[in-house]
Each structure stands twice: as C-alpha cells, then as structure tokens.
C-alpha cells in the first residue's frame, strides 16, 4: 500500500518507516488515530425542569404569601375594629328578636349573620306569593325607607357597613339580594 501523504524527501514519513523496519523484529501495535468514547446520552433534562419548576413555585408561594400578610398586617387593625362592630351590632339583633320571626302573612325572618363588611339579613317568601315582578331594585325601594330610618341601623352605615338584605321564593327556589350603604340613606 502506498503512502497517502507522502513525506516530502528528506523528512521523517511513519509510513515509510513501517516499510522499512526489519521483519524479525517485534513491532508496536499501531495506534488508534482517535480516542473510543461511549456512546452520547443527552443529560436528563427532565430532573432539572422539575427543580426548576419546584423552585419557582417555591419562590412564588413565598411571595404571594408575603403579600397577602402584608395586606393582612396593614388592614387589620381596622377589619378587626369593623368586624367586631359587625359581630356586636348581630349579636345585638339575636339577643333582641327570638328567629325565625313572620314578618307578614308570606315573609319571614330567618336569619341574621355577620359577614366581612357587612350584617346580612335573611328572609323566607311562602310559596303561594307570585314572585315573578320582584326584582333587587324593588326590594330595594321597598326597603328604602326603613333601613334607613332606623336609628340602630343608621348607626352601622354611618360606621361604613353595609345592610344586605336577601330573600328567598320558594315559588321559584331563587334569591334577590340587595344592599344599603351610608350613600342609599341620604
């Protein structure tokens, strides 16, 4: 076999080497012109998307709770001030009126509960009323006046709770709801 890239004459060519080496002599294997490497795997690219994943949601669960007691931290003095007023001015409402109460011949008062910013009133309309024309804005000017000239009740809008007000047909099994603030009484 010829030489492929012959040496220029007068340099060193292992080939030409090779040729001319004595045959009895013991000859070095030859060598390999690249190292053997295992096959390449791709690293798995999957453990490291869910550390990831698991570090952002890590990382997000401690901001959005940051925030949120923060939020709770510079509210709180004044929600709880307003709720305590909210759970009193209900508690007040139970210890005056033994619930449920009938109001008229189809209306009755069934409940009465402290919410977040407001005391909400319940109230049950017997099935044999025709509840069909009954809307929030009726129930509301129904209402108007008085939730508004109550003194107790005028004293818990002037403080910034809200009067809701929901009725229940049981004609229909549906609910109107309506609310008074301190705005709907002037």
């Known amino acids: 076999m010829q030489d492929p890239w012959p ?3 007068g340099q060193y060519s292992p080939a030409a080497a090779w040729a001319t080496a004595p045959t009895g002599l ?3 294997a030859p060598r390999a012109y690249a190292q053997s490497y295992p096959p390449y795997t791709p690293p798995n690219r999957t453990k490291h998307v869910w550390q990831i994943l698991a570090l952002a949601g890590a990382i997000l669960l401690v901001v959005v709770g940051s925030a949120f007691g923060w939020a709770a931290i ?6 709880r001030a307003q709720q305590a007023e909210i759970r009193d001015a209900v508690e007040k409402i139970k210890g005056e009126r033994q619930l ?3 109001v008229d011949k189809v209306t009755t008062w069934t409940s009465v509960r402290a919410e977040h910013d407001a005391v909400h009133f319940y109230y049950d309309v017997d099935a044999s009323f025709d509840s069909s024309d009954v809307t929030s804005s ?4 129904s209402l108007r006046s008085p939730a508004c000239s109550l003194s107790a009740e005028q004293e818990v809008l002037e403080d910034g709770i809200e009067l809701r007000f929901t009725y229940r047909f049981n004609d229909a099994d549906r609910r109107v ?4 603030d301190q ?4």
């Open 7 to 9: 040496a220029p004459p």
């Open 26 to 28: 013991p000859q070095p």
């Open 74 to 79: 510079g509210a709180s003095a004044a929600d």
């Open 138 to 141: 009726t129930i509301h000017t």
């Open 183 to 186: 705005d709907d009484c002037r």
């Open 177 to 180: 709801t309506t609310t008074f």
């Open 100 to 102: 449920p109460i009938a």
